[in-house]
């Protein structure tokens, strides 16, 4: 089923008055990302998502697809990429591929290969497909899920909970399923990855409190906080490496933060 | 009133899965009551009394089939439920053996099972999970998406008419879709009559009796001797 986009008719907050966000539209390829305190009520907003709310859940909210009520055992609409970074099923990568895509009645010869041409492109150490899901380290399994739900999955929406940095380029991995169509809805408390979305919702007491529009200003923060974050990335590779550190290291960082003062 | 059937095999979440359909039906203002199967000790008649202060009926089969004992005791449970003026009465199953079910036909029948028992699990435990009108999957959030819709297109394809709903025990994320189909459950006036959708294994041999020796000399009744052969390939 093809679905252009979901919106979502607000409720009430957890004290019965209106939210401040009457109304939220998510479009095909949109990349939205979900924030707030803890208790803020960002479970109930994907729960109200994930089972087409029709005024029947606490929040009051309705969900309406294209527009319209939709029967929620006609379809499922999400498909949720959790923290959770392991497989319990007792099967090499290539068989797990094919076994879901034939679940999924899709052709199976090229998806293998493209699954898994995806996922290594996400991965920092190479996977195949004779490897055992069970073998597989938290960043490759993180990464052949993702590019299975992208490609696999028929879910319009994605829900990404906190997606972790796992050996994997994550912003890359958000690209691809948006590039495939995907609505991509991310909870996090990453400030890079908020600013990696067009647009941002907070939460507060149960409700959409705030919806807040990237402008390019906050782009140009963006540079930054991924600059920090590479740098971060180098010396976790370092450290994981047995490297110690040393003048040499804190030298660059004092530079680096001078560079930064100047800009 | 609605007379649900919920069956499962252990730890499959029965009972949390209960909880919050309760907790959703008693904010719409419904009256619900819980009679709970079970084989030996069970803490659940608390475990409902406590969280829900709803009335709440245990029977424990001891010596006997607990299915065999569900079914017999089906009417008393029905009854309880009226006279506690009920417009749900929920009957848990103790769910230990695979070869029945529990399912009336004319009353709503669930079946919980669990992502994590495995993607065979549901080619596996026969009527319990294709004589139910709605499959409910639990424990989500431990497999992959993956996973989880290759263990939902099984379900449907051992029961293709089934209402599957995806429902995290821990959180309660997916009862809002459980409640919408128990309302949408078929009332009636009286049990009595009424059928089995499956039936139940026949249990009378010697052990159904109180027997503990092993040995052909020990056996009597209604046996049923395996016919040893190795297993070549496939699935039997």
Redesign the interface.
């Known amino acids: 089923m093809d679905i252009n986009e979901i919106k979502i008719v607000s409720g009430t907050d957890k004290n019965g008055n209106s939210e401040s966000v009457e109304e939220l539209t998510i479009r095909k390829g949109d990349i939205l990302v979900l924030a707030g305190p803890t208790g803020s009520g960002k479970s109930l907003l994907l729960s109200d998502i994930e089972q087409l709310a029709n005024g029947d859940s606490p929040s009051g909210r309705r969900v309406l697809v294209d527009n319209k009520v939709m029967d929620p055992f006609s379809m499922r609409i999400t498909a949720c990429l959790s923290q959770n970074m392991h497989f319990v099923m007792d099967l090499d990568v290539g068989s797990f591929i094919g076994l879901h895509a034939k679940s999924r009645k899709i052709e199976t010869n090229n998806t293998v290969e493209k699954v898994l041409k995806q996922a290594n492109d996400l991965a920092g150490e190479p996977l195949s497909a004779d490897m055992h899901l069970a073998s597989l380290s938290g960043g490759q399994s993180r990464a052949l899920m993702i590019s299975d739900a992208a490609l696999i999955s028929n879910a319009p929406v994605v829900l990404i909970d906190e997606i972790e940095n796992a050996g994997i380029n994550k912003t890359m991995g958000i690209q691809l399923l948006s590039t495939e169509g995907k609505m991509v809805l991310i909870a996090t408390h990453d400030p890079t990855l908020m600013l990696t979305a067009q647009k941002r919702i907070i939460m507060k007491n149960g409700a959409m409190f705030r919806l807040i529009q990237s402008d390019d200003v906050e782009r140009k923060h963006l540079k930054y906080f991924l600059e920090i974050d590479r740098v971060l990335e180098g010396f976790r590779h370092s450290l994981r490496h047995g490297n110690r550190l040393d003048e040499e290291t804190l030298k660059r960082l004092v530079e680096l933060e001078g560079a930064n003062h100047e800009q | 009133m609605k007379f649900i059937t919920v069956a499962g095999p252990p730890s499959s979440g029965k009972t949390l899965v209960i909880i919050h359909l309760i907790r959703l039906l008693k ?1 719409d203002y419904l009256k619900v009551v819980v009679g709970k199967i079970d084989c030996h000790e069970t803490a659940d008649g608390t475990l409902f009394k406590e969280r829900l202060r709803i009335p709440v009926v245990v029977g424990r089969s001891d010596y006997v089939c607990p299915d065999h004992y569900g079914v017999v005791n089906a009417e008393e449970i029905f009854k309880f439920g009226e006279s506690h003026d009920a417009d749900i009465t929920i009957v848990e199953t103790a769910g230990l053996c695979h070869r029945c079910a529990p399912a009336i036909i004319g009353c709503m029948a669930i079946a919980v099972v669990d ?2 028992s ?2 065979d699990t549901p080619r596996k435990i026969g009527p319990m999970l294709t004589t139910a009108d709605v499959v409910v999957i639990t424990k ?8 989880r ?2 263990f ?3 379900v449907l394809e051992v029961n293709p008419d089934a ?2 709903v995806e429902l995290n025990g821990l ?1 309660g ?2 009862s ?2 459980l ?3 128990v309302l949408d459950a078929p009332d009636i006036d009286t049990l009595t009559g009424m059928e089995l959708r499956h039936d139940m294994p026949a249990a009378v041999c010697s052990y159904c009796e109180g027997e503990t020796k092993i040995g052909s000399d020990y056996q009597m009744g209604n046996i049923i001797k395996m016919d040893v052969k190795e297993v070549e390939n496939g699935y039997q």
């Open positions: 904010d992502n994590v495995g993607i989500g959030d431990m497999v992959s998406q993956a996973e819709e290759v939902r297109s099984n209402k599957t959180t994320m997916g809002l879709n409640k919408r189909v």
